[in-house]
């Protein structure tokens, strides 16, 4: 039986903004009790000093995003891509994200090796390759190449036509796939689309979200415009991934059919600060400019029209260590209280979970020590020269703390 207690601790549970003094005594991957009096574990954290959070959630990472240039990503060998993937997990999960949700990516192989303790990792939840029309934000050719096939991809599968994508979505769900992830608009790095206009037809929309809701799950869209999201939404898509051109009926729309909002905010001001840096091209520039000032606001919308509004980073090749930065953005545009509420129990219920994103009896004992009040001093969270613990099912992380 594994057992660990942290004492003293000033606790953030997920949901409330008043902290709480209390002790956590964890046994076996759980909190199992929640008691200033608690001192059963021979092993003891003294969280003296420190924030006790519910370990965060990125919901949009990328592991095999190893470039910004997609291309590279998809003629690369897997092999490759799984041991540089590895790292990148390995980096998040020493910042303090104890679960990732890739959408774009991942497979049956990486996640068997996370979930054997082959690699130091978040847990790990995975839509497999994103699905992508001819010409669309996962069609990695520019308009100069022909010939080349994006069937059978590592991160973004070419796939057109109602019966091709029901057999698609299918085949991914055979594999172990969380979610489905589907591209209906244009992207910033994507060489031949505008960002505007809505991608796939409606139907080719619908028999994507059928086919996951008949599994019992659901279908994220990366979406920036009104337009996009709009068509998404009414065909079914249950989480937006992106959203920066978000205007108020749109966002009505979201909160009026359930639909969640992920934000990516660190990927736009990182590549704005260090595009030159890692080579981003002009026409990305370009792009990436159109959707940066309006991130922010779309977030605010989002939480003014009550539209769950979660947390993601979407961080490709060496952008990756940027992640925390998504943290200071988020709070920028909706306040601590609610980024933390994103990163923890509102990703927690995007992803169907009850059991992580939240410190309470029986939740997986991932968590976050920060050291430090967020309340009092934000920039706890994201400092990366300030002094973090990860404990993950109920363990300390090595090399934290």
């Not at 505008?194 to 279908?219: C, F, L, N």
């Amino acid at each position: 039986m594994s057992e660990l207690t942290i004492t003293n601790a000033l606790v953030f549970d997920g949901v409330s903004e008043q902290l709480t003094e209390t002790s956590l005594y964890l046994r076996d991957g759980v909190i199992a009790e929640i008691d200033p009096r608690v001192t059963r574990a021979e092993r003891v954290v003294d969280a003296a000093g420190r924030t006790v959070l519910p370990g965060l959630i990125d919901a949009h990472f990328h592991a095999y995003g190893v470039s910004l240039d997609s291309l590279a990503i998809e003629t690369s060998p897997l092999s490759y891509l799984a041991l540089a993937g590895a790292r990148r997990l390995r980096r998040a999960l020493a910042r303090g994200f104890t679960t990732v949700r890739d959408v774009a990516g991942g497979d049956a192989g990486l996640a068997r090796a996370v979930a054997d303790g082959l690699i130091p990792s978040p847990r790990y939840l995975h839509t497999g390759p994103a699905l992508s029309q001819t010409g669309g934000h996962g069609d990695a050719r520019s308009p100069e190449q022909t010939g080349l096939c994006l069937h059978g991809s590592h991160m973004c599968e070419v796939v057109d036509g109602v019966e091709n994508l029901r057999v698609a979505v299918r085949e991914r769900f055979r594999q172990g796939a969380h979610a489905i992830k589907l591209m209906t608009s244009g992207g910033v790095i994507s060489p031949a689309d505008p960002i505007r206009p809505p991608q796939y037809t409606p139907e080719e929309v619908a028999a994507v979200t059928a086919e996951a809701t008949r599994r019992g799950s659901y279908v994220a869209a990366h979406a920036y415009s009104p337009e996009a999201v709009r068509h998404s939404v009414l065909n079914g898509v249950r989480s937006i991934e992106h959203g920066n051109l978000l205007d108020e009926p749109t966002a009505a729309l979201m909160a009026e059919h359930g639909a969640f909002l992920v934000p990516t905010l660190a990927t736009y001001d990182a590549m704005r600060r260090r595009g030159a840096e890692v080579g981003l091209p002009d026409f990305a520039r370009a792009k990436n400019q159109e959707v940066l000032d309006a991130g922010q606001r779309a977030v605010a919308l989002a939480h003014a029209a009550g539209v769950p509004v979660g947390f993601g980073t979407d961080l490709m090749g060496a952008l990756e260590n940027d992640q925390l930065a998504g943290l200071r953005l988020q709070t920028e545009a909706a306040g601590v209280l609610a980024c933390l509420r994103s990163a923890t129990s509102v990703n927690a219920r995007l992803l169907g979970r009850d059991d992580l994103g939240r410190v309470a009896v029986g939740a997986r004992a991932d968590l976050l020590l920060l050291d430090g009040d967020p309340f009092a001093d934000p920039s706890v969270l994201w400092d990366e020269r300030r002094p973090r613990q990860v404990v993950q099912a109920g363990e300390p992380v090595a090399g934290t703390g």
